[in-house]
């Protein structure tokens, strides 16, 4: 399966963002893969819940603190089994339990830091522009690029692993 990646499409007003949204519905993305991003104002009062896209890193800090945690639990775990004798279940609850805390602290901080694309683009949000992000491989984005651009959308740089964005 190919990698899937974040991309991001700039358009004027919510008119031609609807154009954009319907453009990649017909072009073949799939419904959940397609996301609106505006000024708090304008997402409260135009746009649907299941458009909107969270506002904060949570996932991505969560999903380091598990791997960050579960390597200093295991490390700490083998130090116990070196110098005390702890058995392998010991070293298996250590790491688990350094996951727990690791994905629990780190979700807790990335719940306030801004996600990316509203870190990145803040000055166009704040401009009233609004912001379409397709999550998808890189095998359809020349046709999605091409229905975006027949919708008035455009191509900003921005491109990441959609799983971490």
Do not use: C, W
């Amino acid at each position: 399966m190919a990698t899937r990646h974040r991309h991001v499409f700039l358009t004027a007003d919510m008119a031609q963002a609807h154009r954009a949204v319907r453009a990649a519905l017909a072009h073949g993305t799939p419904d959940d893969d397609i996301h609106v991003v505006a000024r708090s104002d304008i997402e409260a009062r135009q746009i649907h819940d299941r458009r909107k896209m969270a506002d904060s890193d949570f996932i991505p800090a969560a999903l380091r603190g598990v791997a960050g945690g579960g390597i200093l639990g295991l490390a700490a775990s083998l130090i116990v089994m070196a110098v005390h004798g702890a058995g392998p279940l010991a070293v298996l609850l250590g790491t688990g339990v350094g996951a727990a805390i690791g994905g629990l602290a780190a979700s807790l901080m990335g719940a306030g830091v801004q996600d990316p694309v509203r870190r990145r683009f803040e000055k166009q949000i704040d401009a009233g522009n609004i912001l379409i992000l397709i999550d998808e491989d890189d095998t359809m984005l020349p046709e999605t690029l091409r229905a975006m651009e027949e919708a008035g959308a455009k191509r900003l740089p921005y491109d990441a692993p959609s799983a971490m964005s």
